[in-house]
């Protein structure tokens, strides 16, 4: 069944649209298979026919996987620029597919939570989504879909090196694991750096979420373990939970730290964001991350007061971190100009200004007399 | 029988079967140490010859083998040397095998390389092993057949 993005944009991918466990600070996971067939050269260094070859051999094998027999397929020559932009948007292929043409395929299953691709960097690659924090059922799941993949095709398998990949250093098991980090504490107190180094000590990179619109923006980082070096997936795993359980406990210890010895400016920074959600008229999309974070930050500290909830509030603002990014705003709003873009955006986040209120201490702070 | 030639600091290492050893002439480890000591121009000549024999006796496979140690390209996908050491990646997975001494890099053997693949697999190479084997004695070729019977101890 090919994409049909009108009724594939309705349902957002979990990451987007759930809220999971720890969802504070540990906004999503993801886990990374990847297997390639023996004999077949890497799709780096493939010709046309042969990646059209591995695709036929491969096809079968990924409708076999449970939730893909009808799960949506469509191969790049497919899709247009933009409908790859909006997968890329959804984090539904990366941007090394986005740039593949003949003999490139993507299945999305009907949760969203799980794609597989042909021929990007390695002959297949899965990769499954979750909300917060679920390395360990992420881990379970694509082993079970390793488990089916290995005994149905021929994989290139090294007895010395694991499962071969196109980069060397990914050899291994195949696994690879990738955290997504919501740390306003850290870089309020300009601690990513210092932290950022602590972590490839212990084998573990952190880089933005949201490269493309600088460093900062969104406050989103994404945790992922070093290839092979730093031992089987179930160390990593294992290593990673403990580094994100610590970093939870230290971003909530930094948060509070900003709260109890800065709080005008927190309530400065907080009170005009909520000002512009109420008075605002135009928003671009960097702002609009910026504005997302700081909210998440104020409803965490308990700045703000939601009615219907802090999960919801959460699941709103995921919702609108893609509802209102550049090409799904375009392409649902059938191509509107740049300014237009701006005042949709901003219409959407207006809808949060509507389910939230300033807590007392915020709207009754009182300014020294003259 | 084990034999060792220093010739101007280089090392030769020849390991040669009884019945090889015999076909060739050195049949009496002792007076290969006699000869070495009383006729020592004869005695390098004949190894030399000897050398010069096995390299070529064996076959195109072991040149192939030497061949591929110095490889610039694989084989199998023409993928440089080059481009491996610049991006670490590779072409396919016979680069691995191909490039393998540049591979020092990796983690160690065992490390991470995850569970292996299904005991069918194990199965069909094991049978694809054993018919290696069988193809590999009836041409004689018994250093491929040794290394295909370790190959299949190992699996058993």
Redesign the interface.
């Known amino acids: 069944m090919s994409i049909r993005f009108s009724s594939h944009l309705k349902q957002l991918p979990p990451w987007f649209d759930n809220h999971g466990p720890e969802d504070g600070v540990i906004v999503g996971t993801m886990g990374r298979l990847v297997r390639?067939?023996?004999?077949?050269?890497?799709p780096?260094?493939?010709t046309a026919e042969s990646r059209k070859r591995v695709a036929e051999k491969l096809i079968p094998v990924v409708r076999s996987i449970p939730g893909f027999k009808q799960a949506t397929h469509a191969e790049m020559t497919e899709l247009s620029k933009e409908e790859r932009k909006l997968l890329l948007e959804r984090k539904q292929i990366t941007p090394c597919l986005a740039a593949r043409q003949d003999g490139c395929h993507v299945f999305i299953n009907k949760k969203q939570d799980t794609i597989i691709m042909l021929n990007e960097e390695e002959h297949l690659a899965a990769h499954h989504f979750a909300a917060g924090n679920k390395l360990k059922s992420i881990v379970t799941d694509l082993r079970k879909k390793a488990?089916l993949i290995?005994?149905q095709a021929e994989?290139?398998?090294?007895?010395?090196?694991?499962?071969?990949t196109?980069?060397?250093?990914e050899?291994?098991?195949?696994?690879q694991l990738y955290m997504v980090l919501h740390l306003p504490g850290h870089a309020m107190l300009n601690q990513i750096d210092k932290l950022e180094r602590a972590l490839n000590k212990m084998h573990l990179n952190l880089s933005p979420f949201y490269s493309e619109y600088g460093e900062e923006t969104s406050n989103l980082y994404v945790l992922f373990s070093t290839p092979?070096?730093?031992?089987?997936?179930d160390d990593i795993l294992g290593h990673m939970s403990n580094i994100a359980e610590n970093l939870v406990e230290k971003e909530h210890l930094l948060r509070n730290k900003i709260s109890a010895e800065d709080f005008l400016h927190l309530s400065d920074i907080i009170g005009r964001t909520y000002g512009m959600l109420l008075y605002g008229r135009m928003m671009g999309y960097p702002e609009m991350l910026y504005t997302v974070s700081q909210l998440r930050l104020a409803l965490n500290l308990e700045f703000l007061e939601c009615e219907r909830g802090e999960s919801s509030l959460l699941t709103l603002l995921n919702n609108l971190l893609l509802m209102a990014a550049p090409t799904h705003l375009a392409y649902t709003a059938e191509e509107p100009s740049p300014q237009l873009q701006k005042v949709l955006r901003m219409h959407l986040m207006s809808r949060v200004a509507n389910a939230i209120s300033l807590n007392d201490d915020l709207s009754q702070i009182s300014f020294p007399k003259e | 029988m084990l034999l060792t030639q220093i010739v101007n600091g280089q090392v030769t290492d020849l390991a040669l079967c009884e019945t090889c050893a015999r076909a060739k002439g050195l049949f009496d480890p002792q007076s290969l140490t006699f000869a070495e000591k009383f006729f020592p121009e004869e005695f390098k000549a004949k190894v030399d010859k000897l050398v010069r024999e096995l390299a070529g006796g064996q076959g195109e496979k072991k040149e192939e083998k030497k061949k591929t140690d110095v490889l610039t390209k694989c084989p199998?996908?023409d993928?440089p040397l080059e481009t491996?050491r610049k991006t670490?990646?590779?072409?396919?997975?016979?680069c691995?095998t191909v490039f393998s001494r540049e591979?020092d890099?990796?983690?160690a053997?065992?490390?991470?390389?995850?569970?292996?693949?299904?005991e069918?697999?194990e199965d069909q190479s094991r049978c694809s092993l054993e018919k290696q084997l069988h193809e590999a004695i009836a041409r004689e070729d018994y250093e491929t057949a040794a290394q295909l019977r370790d190959k299949l101890n190992k699996l058993n």
């Open positions: 390639n067939l023996k004999g077949e050269v890497f780096g260094w493939s488990q290995d005994k994989i290139a398998y090294n007895k010395e090196y694991g499962y071969l196109s980069m060397t250093a050899c291994g098991d195949g696994i092979t070096p730093s031992g089987s997936t | 199998v996908c993928f491996y670490g990646r590779m072409g396919c997975p016979d691995y591979l890099i990796l983690a053997p065992g490390e991470n390389q995850g569970p292996r693949p299904t069918e697999k």
